[in-house]
């Protein structure tokens, strides 16, 4: 079994309480993406180390999680992995009361920790410090999830969708990652 999964389900645009569209969470058919003010693509993110679900990455509970904020955010891990075999990078968090996640590499281990972060009043999890996983299995995971999620963008959102995996997606990043699958 790998050590290090991601998958996401029931992404949807997020609305701003306006719309009679949004659902009863605020959300908005996929059909609504656009570039700018519906940009914003939010729902299940599930990333599973060594068989248990990383916490505190949604901005309103589990299913609350930016699809924007997470590729930006493993594309950053993944960079710092990749520039050397021994590694530390702090992503820190996006938004109001999230915390920061430390990503570090020691050859072929990595290491995931939930920490503080000051500026957004967010804190450390003792459950999630320091948890090992397989660097290479990171990286296979999240070759994957890009894929996987820009096939859905441009399924879904067939009207903009390409637009937007350059402008908002994992397209920005698309020069830095080599694929691995
Ligand atoms: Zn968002």
Redesign the pocket.
């Known amino acids: 079994m790998s050590t290090v999964e991601i998958s996401f389900e029931n992404l949807l645009v997020?609305g701003y309480g306006d719309d009679p569209d949004e659902d009863a969470n605020g959300r908005l058919p996929m059909s609504r993406l656009g570039l700018d003010e519906y940009?914003?693509?939010?729902g299940t993110i599930r990333l599973m180390i060594s068989g248990r679900r990383v916490p505190h990455m949604g901005?309103f509970g589990p299913d609350d999680v930016?699809?924007?904020?997470w590729l930006a955010h493993f594309h950053e891990a993944q960079s710092a992995f990749r520039a050397e075999p021994n590694a530390r990078v702090v992503v820190d968090a996006?938004h109001q009361s999230e915390p920061a996640f430390v990503w570090e590499r020691e050859e072929e281990t990595g290491f995931l920790t939930i920490a503080a972060c000051e500026w957004s009043g967010g804190v450390a999890d003792a459950q999630w410090q320091k948890i090992p996983f397989l660097v290479d299995d990171f990286f296979t995971a999240h070759a994957r999830f890009r894929a996987e999620a820009r096939e859905f963008i441009l399924r879904e959102a067939p009207h903009c969708g390409l637009e937007w995996w350059d402008d908002w997606g994992g397209g920005r990043f698309e020069n830095d990652v080599p694929p691995t699958v």
Do not use: T
């Open positions: 997020s940009a914003c693509v939010h901005l930016c699809l924007w904020e996006a």
